[in-house]
């Protein structure tokens, strides 16, 4: 008797029409996450290999100017940015995995270290070196002041790119957790992610 009201039909077909909305609506957040990641990524890769020109102009700079002060330092950013390369290709595989953008976080928060590390001792280098005169040692603060604006620049653009994908994963985390959605996301797998 039940199959043949009306007002069981009316009530299935709202039922699936609310589902597919719901559910469609969860895919969207999604590949929103997804999406604000790569515009993070593309910057990510960006320092990559702005990091890879600071360690080649270093080791020019290195013979002329700072003789081995700062290699430590410079040496620790080079394992600093290959920890980064290693977390990011982790994290652009799976986005949406809190353990891989965990990994990349803390990969970010050594590199900011490092850098910092890198450019103090570098700077101590140049001041204390004894050059022949004070124009001998303009061209070596010169040349770290330019990485220094860079190096901001991208910070700047970094933290722009990672509020839009922080707002992307709150917004997902959101509606994944809202019921009845939440049992949407219970059967179709849709789990929570993590913000940067």
């Known amino acids: ?9 009316i009530v299935f077909a709202v039922s699936l029409f609310w589902a597919l909305g719901a559910y469609n609506r969860l895919m969207r957040l999604r590949s929103s996450v997804v999406q604000s990641f790569g515009s993070f ?13 600071f360690g080649a102009a270093h080791l020019v700079q290195r013979g002329r100017l700072l003789s081995d002060s700062g290699e430590a330092e410079v ?4 394992g600093a940015v290959t920890q980064l390369s290693a977390s990011l290709a982790v994290a652009r595989a799976r986005p949406l ?3 891989a953008v965990a990994a990349l976080t803390a990969a970010r928060e050594v590199l900011q270290a490092t850098w910092k ?14 050059p022949v005169s004070a124009a001998a040692q303009e061209p070596a603060l010169t040349a770290l002041s330019i990485w220094q604006a860079r190096w901001a620049e ?9 509020r839009v994908f922080n707002d992307a994963v ?7 957790a809202q019921f009845p959605a939440s049992l949407l996301a219970w059967v179709f797998g849709f789990k929570a992610a993590r913000v940067l």
Do not use: C
């Open 1 to 9: 008797m039940l199959w043949s009201s009306p007002l069981f039909w």
């Open 41 to 53: 990524d593309a910057h990510m890769v960006r320092l990559v290999a702005l990091l890879g020109e």
């Open 75 to 78: 040496a620790a950013l080079q």
């Open 170 to 176: 709150l917004q997902y985390n959101a509606a994944i």
């Open 117 to 130: 590390g890198a450019v103090g001792k570098l700077e101590e280098a140049s001041a204390a070196s004894e």
């Open 154 to 162: 991208h910070s700047v653009q970094t933290e722009q790119a990672v």
């Open 97 to 99: 995995r809190a353990d």
